[in-house]
């Protein structure tokens, strides 16, 4: 039993640094700032996800798997708020660079 | 070994991002690898079990430090390029390196000298902090054995405020602080400052109170509410009070006065100045705290606030 579910930590927190991987290339590589914005908040949203999923078998207790849950919640409401606020000064013209 | 290694590449992100933050040449993009740096450092503290440390690194070193400076370039963009121009000649620069430099050289050799195991008086503290009744030693040294220097750092917040409130023209003193926020009242902005601070507040409280017993304290709480609050203001739903404003000044003066009255109360009921009563420790040092709390979220977000600029009708 526990050698799946540490198996499923690794798969999943692979999964999800592969995502922050990608992001981090995407934000260098994409050419304007509303595909690098893109880029970024697909990787903070699924690549934490997956990191929080994989580490909810090793949280002690329902608690903490709640708070692992909540954390990923309030950084996708972050994220989110945050990356229309940017792409709106994006397309106003302003440059935030 | 793994953990070797990921604490070698750590330090090297951490000794990378303070280079660029210090070689940057726009005063945003320091900001932001200042801010950075910040949260790199605190998971450094993390790692060495110093969570106290960690989260008022997170909350005031980096969030709002950082916001202070994000203020501070976004005043300063307009004359940046004119500013730029006039560098300093290289002379005074190496001379700034070298006293940086040297400086810092100094604290690793002071740090480095030290000797295996270092001298400590966390066992001290261990023994004795039993008498006060909390959980928490950081809360334990701060409050009782070292009660002085907190109660100087909650003066010298007042003070850092009432040094930004003195740079107000005449013709607005006394008026709300900083330019007056308008965002679309069905905006995310708005949004997320309807959301949000019901959580905030709640975070913000748990950690204030749990202090006692685990890591978290008032500097840390206060800052997540004054954050919440600047949400509000900045999301335009509320406005900054003006600063002539009766019982904002005694709130911001209530923290430090509750503190050095039971501070010099404790001379009388228990021999020496900011000495507690030990079956009153707990209780007087909650006390303390509750006092302290509002004035520093009211110093925190005021601070970031900034100025006034406005006179008190909007």
């Known amino acids: ?97 | 070994m793994v953990a070797a290694t990921l604490a070698l590449i750590h330090a090297l992100l951490l000794v990378g991002i303070a280079a660029w933050t210090i070689a940057a040449r726009r005063t945003f993009a320091a900001v932001v690898g200042f801010v950075a740096y910040g949260l790199l450092l605190s998971i450094a503290w993390v790692v060495l079990s110093a969570i106290d440390v960690a989260l008022t690194e997170a909350a005031i070193g980096s969030g709002l430090t950082g916001v202070l400076l994000i203020g501070a370039a976004a005043r300063l963009r307009a004359t940046e390029t004119a500013i730029s121009v006039e560098r300093p000649g290289p002379s005074l620069r190496w001379l700034a390196a070298l006293t940086s430099a040297a400086v810092a050289g100094a604290i690793a050799i002071a740090v480095l000298s030290l000797p295996d195991p270092a001298p400590t008086l966390a066992p001290a503290v261990a023994q004795y902090m039993s008498v006060t009744g909390l959980g928490n030693a950081v809360t334990v040294v701060l409050l009782a054995y070292r009660a002085l220097d907190t109660l100087l750092e909650s003066i010298v917040v007042v003070f850092a405020l009432i040094g930004v409130w003195s740079l107000a023209p005449d013709r607005v003193w006394g008026g709300r602080p900083g330019p007056l926020h308008e965002a679309d009242p069905n905006g995310i902005l708005a949004y997320l400052a309807r959301l949000l601070p019901p959580i905030g507040i709640i975070v913000g409280l748990y950690i204030f109170w749990i202090g006692a017993d685990l890591p978290g304290g008032k500097f840390q709480g206060a800052t997540i509410l004054a954050a919440m609050w600047l949400l509000v203001m900045m999301a335009g739903l509320t406005d900054a009070p003006p600063i002539s404003r009766t019982w904002l000044r005694i709130l911001l003066v209530a923290g430090p006065l509750v503190f050095i009255a039971i501070g010099f109360a404790g001379a009388l009921t228990a021999g020496a100045v900011l000495a507690y009563p030990d079956e009153y420790a707990k209780l007087l040092i909650k006390v303390i705290e509750a006092a302290l709390m509002p004035t520093l979220v009211l110093t925190l977000a005021l601070l970031v606030a900034g100025a006034p600029e406005r006179t008190a009708r909007r």
């Open chain 1, 1 to 97: 039993m526990s050698f799946f579910l540490d198996s499923f930590t690794v798969a999943a927190v692979s999964a999800g640094a592969f995502f922050f991987l990608a992001g981090s290339v995407g934000l260098l590589r994409f050419p304007d700032a509303l595909s690098r914005l893109h880029a970024l908040t697909k990787a903070d949203n699924l690549g934490l996800g997956l990191v929080m999923l994989g580490l909810l078998p090793r949280a002690d207790g329902l608690l903490a798997a709640l708070k692992l849950v909540f954390v990923w919640l309030l950084v996708l409401l972050a994220s989110a708020m945050v990356s229309q606020m940017v792409a709106r000064v994006a397309r106003r013209g302003g440059s935030p660079s």
